[in-house]
């Protein structure tokens, strides 16, 4: 198994709708985790943590299941500046973090 | 607000040639890093520096790859021949705490091309 896999995408969405992305990872002793937003051509930013069993801020829902070792992105009341691409993070033990390739969304009015 | 910045934004190079990426991390932070990624794909860890020197690399950092910190405040990314496959983004990236925490702040990004 890849240390962490995305579906890529893209989700081409309605404005004002919700959507959820998914991310497996296979180090079952990773403790934290995190979702970052890259726009297109722009560098990664942190966009949140998840280091019990989810997280929430505003409209971005993250929750982590750790018996099937995956975390996921909720995405609610979507708007046209969410369009970017959600990239999965993971650090593997003492190791920098490892990106996902990314799941590419775009919101469409 | 601190921020990571980088230079240059685009270099473009021939390859076999030397290219130094500079990168000025933001200031109280202690960690240092450097990412690249290649045109439509994943950014992967090349390398990371703390306290003066490298704490993890990759694979991908080879001895054509070499880091430095040469004052206080620039920390600096080498490729002593560059290959065609060397062509990607590179971003620096910076943390107060280890990159394992999770909050890097990354640059804007260099992008090198070499023909």
């Known amino acids: 198994r890849k240390e962490v896999e995305q579906d890529p995408g893209p989700f081409n969405v309605p404005e004002g709708a919700t959507v959820a992305f998914n991310c497996t990872y296979s180090n079952s002793a990773s403790q934290s985790f995190f979702w970052y937003r890259q726009d297109c051509r722009k560098e990664p930013k942190l966009l949140m943590s998840?280091?019990?069993s989810g997280n929430e801020d505003g409209r971005f829902t993250a929750q982590l299941n750790r018996a099937s070792q995956y975390i996921s992105l909720l995405i609610r009341d979507s708007k046209l500046s969410d369009s970017a691409t959600y990239l999965c993070?993971?650090?593997?033990?003492?190791?920098?973090?490892?990106f996902g390739k990314g799941t590419r969304l775009s919101v469409i009015a | 607000e601190p921020e990571v910045t980088q230079t240059p934004s685009h270099q473009v190079t021939q390859m076999g040639q030397e290219v130094i990426l500079r990168c000025v991390p933001i200031?109280?932070?202690?960690?240092f890093y450097w990412y690249r990624q290649i045109l439509g794909q994943k950014v992967e860890f090349l390398v990371s520096?703390?306290?003066?020197?490298?704490?993890?690399k990759s694979e991908i950092f080879d001895d054509q790859f070499s880091v430095e910190r040469p004052d206080g405040s620039n920390f600096t990314l080498k490729i002593r021949s560059t290959k065609l496959e060397d062509s990607a983004m590179y971003f620096c990236a910076s943390s107060l705490a280890g990159g394992n925490t999770g909050e890097l702040f990354f640059g804007e990004g260099s992008r090198l091309t070499v023909l």
């Open positions: 520096f703390y306290n003066n020197e490298i704490s993890e």
């Open positions: 993070v993971v650090p593997l033990g003492n190791t920098p973090l490892v």
């Open positions: 200031s109280n932070h202690l960690y």
């Open positions: 998840v280091y019990s």
